[in-house]
């Protein structure tokens, strides 16, 4: 049920309050404005949210109370709806249902029309269709599920919640009511492949898909692999668990996912499906780990790893786990205190997940004060290998030169990942032969400044996916003068009346990309200002942006504002008021400035006679809220305001927002190829420990940063490697793109291990491989596909969701060695 709720307000917005509110200067340029969610929706027609927005990076959330005072504070732009969400209360925690499910619905009597309506997971089905559809109380029906890849089910429990019944956006729900007569309108809809007409599919055991429930390719690709381990499936598909369930095991499911794990096994090696709906298997993973509700995209490992958690404890045949006090190694031999180690966890771990795929391995640490050493040995069921990761960083930013005409050149240039702004000005340097002194970095976002850097920032805040422009500063000839950075943004004037007052107003809306521009503070009057945007913006005349051209001819050099500036000008950017616009828009546009050389007073006459081409006003760094110039803050924003007619004619904004390629762009950046043995040797480096893990030295009674290190002791029957191709930081996340190259057979692990086995009999450490889990794509748009070899024809598939293929072992060792999607591999013995 629904027990409160949170509203959702986009993060940049959020961070500019935060800004605001923790300078306590209420003049601030950090003054946020309006609240504007516009960058999370899709259009601003439906208000749909973009898919796969992320909380804390594009989003945050927000408690009612603190979103009705801040929406009775700043209010919101254009009259958008607030983003309310609901917190229902979900097995075992409390969730925030930022995507609500969106399903189709259609009565089977009339399937063409077709309605959309959102629901909470919690929600009842029943409850919710009947009202949907206008259903006369007591009617009787019953319901049919259309996943995305067209199969149909039938919804036999309409009493679950719309969270069980694992209904996912998306999804066609189709209802039926039964006829007058007892009889119901047909078998089924026939309107697809039903999941039930798989009844005469007879095919290969295990070549199955696995329909896709919603972002649950990454479950499906985990499965796949599980799938063609064969000791483990003949396990489930004997019935042995069966005898193994262990229902009392407070660390356990009591038995439910391994049964629900068992159903899907035996539903995919019955050789009756094409693609089996794992549904249930779903809902109970969800139940049990509430990071996996709903349909949001997660880590393949990280469901592996809870599946093979979730399996062992439901079938761990030590039923009463006894206390086992560990025993330093005191010097004794290596092979000693692993064998006691491995009869110690054997003691309380018993099951077939250890059976098949637990290993051991050997952990060193050493104190850096007192040099103890601490020698023991843990258990693992899988080897997390990091990936070399390289100490440059390739980022693509746009250089704006001083040339008004000369549109964005898009650089790409290649940086020390661990460097600072200044280091990108000296690389974008060597390419543009401009000083990197001159130079300033800043993160454009819909038409605003995001934030402008300094140069001793580090790279590390700058995300692959932000919009980089840096821009080429003018060399001023007073040096030894206060010089002032100013933001300048492009505005559009929209003149409506307000009726209800009898006056007129007007909306501004920003367009284009802004510019930054050094001046010297004794040149920030008015008409200074004016003169210097015009030399800086590609102000075109009234005939060429007319014919849609900005030819080098085509420039005005008006000299000032619409009234002549008062003798108290203030030595700062400042407001051009309404009364001095209206002024303005009475007077003539006329030719260019006449030269220098002519007489003041000619020169006064003829500004008398021209009509400015815009307005200055200075603004907060958002650009929405106009402020006074003596309120401007450490970095001052000034907006120059268009009306639309003036825009029109000597403002070409297509053309202005157009950029060329530089030749960097062109040039193919090169993938790095890494042997899977350089991972597991980097797995084994010895490394400090951090601080916020530190070892606690028995003999120095504190904690220690030691150091510590990994060997691998022996290998299991499976043996699952993750290549950790996520990288995660204070300020990013990225995917690492290396090519990791192994081979199929007879990937030798001698040379790792420091003994082959806990036990006396010591068998090959040769593996094969024998199932490859891919990742294509980004952090956020990724997808889970995988390849697997069938244990009982020897022939590799390629699993993508619900489809199944034939796949080659040339195809597979090109798609390893070629590509940079492999995410993990289980190899056999």
Same mark, same amino acid.
């Given at each position: ?24 200067? &209420? ?455 206060? &010089? ?184 193919? &950046? ?160």
């Amino acid at each position: 049920m629904c027990v409160c709720c949170r509203y959702v307000v986009d993060r940049r917005w959020f961070e500019q309050w935060k800004e605001f509110v923790e300078t306590g200067d &209420q003049n601030s340029s950090s003054f946020p404005g309006q609240i504007d969610n516009t960058e999370l929706f899709e259009d601003l027609d439906s208000y749909h949210l973009k898919e796969r927005l992320v909380e804390n990076e594009d989003f945050v959330l927000v408690p009612a109370e603190a979103w009705h005072k801040l929406l009775a504070w700043y209010g919101m732009v254009d009259d958008q709806p607030p983003l309310e969400r609901k917190v229902v209360d979900l097995p075992s925690t409390l969730k925030v249902e930022v995507y609500p499910v969106e399903i189709f619905l259609c009565l089977h009597s009339n399937m063409e029309n077709v309605i959309t309506a959102q629901f909470s997971r919690a929600d009842n089905i029943r409850e919710c269709f009947l009202h949907a559809f206008s259903v006369p109380p007591g009617s009787e029906c019953r319901l049919w599920m259309k996943s995305s890849d067209s199969s149909c089910e039938r919804l036999r429990n309409v009493h679950m919640s719309v969270l069980d019944a694992c209904l996912s956006s998306g999804m066609t729900v189709i209802m039926e009511t039964r006829n007058a007569d007892g009889t119901w309108p047909s078998s089924r809809p026939q309107i697809m492949n039903s999941v039930e007409d798989q009844d005469s599919y007879r095919g290969q055991p295990g070549v199955c898909g696995l329909t896709n429930l919603g972002n649950t390719c990454f479950m499906n690709s985990a499965l796949q692999c599980l799938s063609n381990t064969p000791p483990l499936t003949e396990y489930f598909l004997q019935s042995s668990y069966l005898e193994e369930l262990n229902f009392t095991n407070p660390l356990g499911m009591k038995g439910e996912i391994a049964e629900a794990y068992a159903d899907v096994i035996k539903q995919m090696w019955s050789g009756r499906h094409y693609s089996v709906v794992p549904r249930v298997f779903k809902t109970k993973v969800g139940h049990f780990a509430s990071q996996f509700l709903g349909y949001q995209q997660h880590d393949s490992q990280e469901l592996l790893s809870f599946l093979l958690d979730g399996l062992h404890e439901d079938l761990n045949r030590v039923k009463n786990k006894e206390y086992i006090e560990l025993r330093d190694a005191d010097g004794r031999p290596d092979q000693e205190v692993a064998e006691e180690a491995w009869r110690n966890h054997r003691r309380r771990n018993d099951s077939v997940i250890v059976d098949t795929f637990h290993g051991l391995f050997k952990s060193t640490l050493v104190c850096p004060e007192c040099h103890k050493v601490s020698v023991t040995f843990d258990p693992f069921c899988y080897l997390s290998v990091p990936l070399p990761v390289s100490k440059e960083r390739v980022m693509e930013v746009f250089f704006v030169s001083l040339d008004p005409y000369a549109k964005p050149v898009q650089h790409r240039v290649v940086v020390p990942k661990a460097g600072k702004v200044s280091d990108l000005c000296t690389a974008l340097s060597e390419m543009t032969n401009v000083p990197p002194t001159r130079m300033v970095v800043a993160d454009v976002f819909n038409h605003r400044f995001y934030k402008i850097y300094n140069t001793e920032e580090s790279l590390s805040c700058i995300l692959d996916r932000d919009d980089i422009f840096v821009y080429e500063l003018s060399v001023l000839e007073e040096q030894q003068e206060e &010089q002032v950075l100013l933001a300048l943004y492009l505005r559009e004037r929209s003149h409506y009346r307000d009726y209800g007052s009898g006056s007129s107003s007007y909306s501004t809306t920003l367009f284009g990309h802004p510019l930054l521009l050094n001046v010297l503070r004794s040149s920030c009057s008015r008409e200074a200002l004016y003169n210097l945007f015009l030399q800086r913006l590609p102000v075109c005349s009234a005939d060429t942006n007319s014919s849609n051209s900005t030819g080098d001819s085509g420039s005005i050099a008006g000299t000032g504002a619409a009234s002549e500036p008062p003798a108290e000008q203030p030595q700062q950017p400042c407001e051009t008021t309404e009364e001095e616009s209206e002024e303005g828009k009475q007077e003539e546009a006329c030719s260019p400035s006449p030269p220098a050389n002519e007489h003041p007073a000619k020169r006064r006459a003829c500004r008398k006679k021209r009509k400015s081409l815009f307005t200055i006003q200075a603004v907060n760094s958002n650009g929405t809220t106009e402020r006074g110039m003596g309120e401007g803050g450490t970095q001052p924003y000034v907006a120059i305001d268009w009306d639309p007619d003036m825009k029109k004619r000597f403002y070409n904004e297509n053309e202005a927002e157009k950029y060329v390629k530089h030749a960097s762009m062109e040039v193919p &950046q090169q993938q790095t190829t890494v042997q899977l043995q350089e991972c597991i040797e980097l797995f084994t480096t010895v490394e400090t420990l951090e601080e916020e893990n530190p070892w606690y030295c028995p003999v120095c009674k504190k904690h220690q940063l030691a150091t510590k290190k990994l060997d691998l002791w022996s290998l299991p029957e499976v043996l699952i490697i993750h290549l950790k191709r996520f990288s995660y930081t204070k300020f990013t996340r990225e995917k690492l793109d290396s090519i990791v190259d192994f081979p199929l057979r007879d990937l030798d692990f001698s040379g790792c291990l420091l003994r082959k086995t806990v036990s006396s009999e010591e068998p090959p450490s040769r593996y094969d491989l024998i199932a490859v889990s891919n990742h294509y794509g980004g952090l956020r748009d990724g997808h889970y596909t995988s390849y697997a070899r069938n244990k009982d024809n020897g022939q590799w598939y390629y699993f993508d969701d619900s489809k199944v293929t034939y796949a080659r072992e040339d195809q597979i060792m090109v798609s390893i060695t070629h590509t940079s999607q492999t995410d993990k591999t289980l190899f056999r013995k």
